[in-house]
Every structure is written in C-alpha cells, then in structure tokens.
C-alpha cells in the first residue's frame, strides 16, 4: 500500500512535471508563432524618389536655379551622407545659403511630398489582421521620418518604427534590428522586406530574418541574396502570407 502511494505519488509528480512541461511548451510555441515583418520606409514603403524629384523641381524653381532636377534628385537618393549633399548644392550653385537650413527645409518638406500606394497599406493592414507584428526600420533623421510615417498614416498601421538617428545605430547593423524586436515585443524572427541589398537584405540576413528585396526597374544579381525577389510591399506581404499557412517554411 505505502509502495502504491508511494507509486501514486511519484506518478502524480510526473503528470504534474510533464502538465507544467507541457504547458511551457504551448506557452513557447505560442511565443515563437508570434513572428516580425520588418520593412524599411524609403524605397519600400514610400517612394521617396519621386519625393526627392519633387522636391528638388519646387527648390529650383523657387530660387530660379538654372540647376537639372535630375541630377539634384539623384545626389539625394544616393547613400552619401546628406549634409555633404545639401553643402554641395549650395556651393555648387552660389546660392549664399545655410546648407543646413536648406537641408532643414527639406526634411520639414519631405513628409509632404511622400506618398504611399493603397495596395502597400492594405497589405500592412492585411499582415496584422493574420497576426504579424509590423514594424519599420528606416536609417536617417527623426523628424524627417517620423514625419513620413505619420504624414501617411503609417503610424496606424505598424506596431512599432525605430529610426537609426534616434537609436544611435545604422543599418545593416544588427542592433538597431533587435531594437525593433524589443519594441514590436516579439522575437527577431520573421521578415525584412527592403530596397537595399546592403542595409535591408543582408542586414536582415545578417539577424536570420528572410528577406524580401523590392527590386527596381532593372533585377540585378542582387536577387540572388534575397528570399524573395518582389515590386512592392503589397507582392512581398502576399507571399509572406502563403507562406505562412502553406509547409514550405522547414
Ligand atoms: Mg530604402
């Protein structure tokens, strides 16, 4: 008899054991399951190209430069630091201006000039409604980019955005991705979808996020590196959500 409560007992430790064991597994996979869309602001989900052309058309005519919009709007969509570029356009133009006045005036002007397609906000939309938490990470300076997102309305479809200026860390370093996870409150597991092969796909590669490149005109072997090779947000959420009811993912 004390040998079957002592059985009893010990049995009765082993399904409490193995509830609690299983009730850390259903807590853990419900914590895993919980999974990132990253997405990068320019060229992603705003088409800051065209916002650069545009605003380069208004600053030139307003000061009646004789300066080529093009080539204006190029040297602001390049990866070159920005005071350098604002210094060099008021140098090379004579304009007797402050650079980082103009520079100022273009961050306050950006935020207007942006735009946003409905498709890429119906997919944000559509990537929470089926669980994803959604988050931006964008290099660059805070009133300027946090100027697009809440200019947009994006701020009401993320759950959350980390700006490099505000952060102290750039991509593609890891940091500020995990800074993006700790504010989303969830695990650095999911997806980077981004313009860049540098910043966005190795840099979200580089954190074990898969990777949706937004390709432009021309695919380049950039594609190769990418998870996914897409022409918008609204493809790459499409395919990120097939894929997450379909057993393709290992
Ligand atoms: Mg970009």
């Known amino acids: ?16 054991r193995s509830l609690s064991d299983g009730v850390r597994r259903v807590r853990q996979s419900r914590l895993s399951r919980v999974r990132m869309v990253a997405l990068d602001l320019d060229g992603t989900l705003v088409d800051q190209e065209g916002a650069a052309r545009r605003w380069a058309t208004e600053f030139i005519r307003s000061r009646g430069l004789t300066a080529d919009v093009a080539a204006v709007a190029l040297a602001l969509t390049q990866r070159r630091p920005k005071g350098e570029v604002f210094n060099e356009l008021v140098r090379t133009h004579d304009l007797g201006l402050d650079p980082d006045e103009v520079w100022a005036n ?14 890429d906000r119906e997919a944000l939309v559509a990537l929470r409604a089926t669980g994803w938490r959604v988050g931006i990470v964008t290099n660059g300076m805070v009133d300027n980019q946090e ?11 993320v759950d959350a955005w980390v700006i490099s200026e505000e952060v102290g860390i750039r991509k593609p ?13 969830c695990p650095l597991d999911g997806w980077m979808i981004g313009d860049s092969l540098e910043l966005d796909v190795v840099g979200g590669a580089g954190v074990g996020l898969r990777t949706a490149l937004i390709s432009g005109a021309e ?17 790459a959420a499409a395919a990120i959500m097939s894929e997450a009811t379909s057993p393709k993912t290992p």
Do not use: N, W
């Not at 100027?147 to 479809?157: E, N, T």
């Not at 370093?173 to 409150?185: Q, T, Y």
């Open 219 to 235: 695919p380049t072997q950039d594609a190769a590196h990418a998870d996914l090779l897409v022409a918008s947000v609204a493809e």
């Open 106 to 119: 273009y961050r306050q002007r950006m935020p207007e000039l942006v735009t946003c397609t409905d498709a």
């Open 173 to 185: 370093s890891p940091g500020i991705f995990h800074a993006l996870a700790a504010r989303l409150e």
């Open 1 to 16: 008899m004390t040998h079957s409560s002592a059985v009893t007992r010990a049995s009765g430790h082993a399904d409490e």
């Open 147 to 157: 100027g697009k997102i809440r200019q947009l309305g994006l701020d009401s479809l």
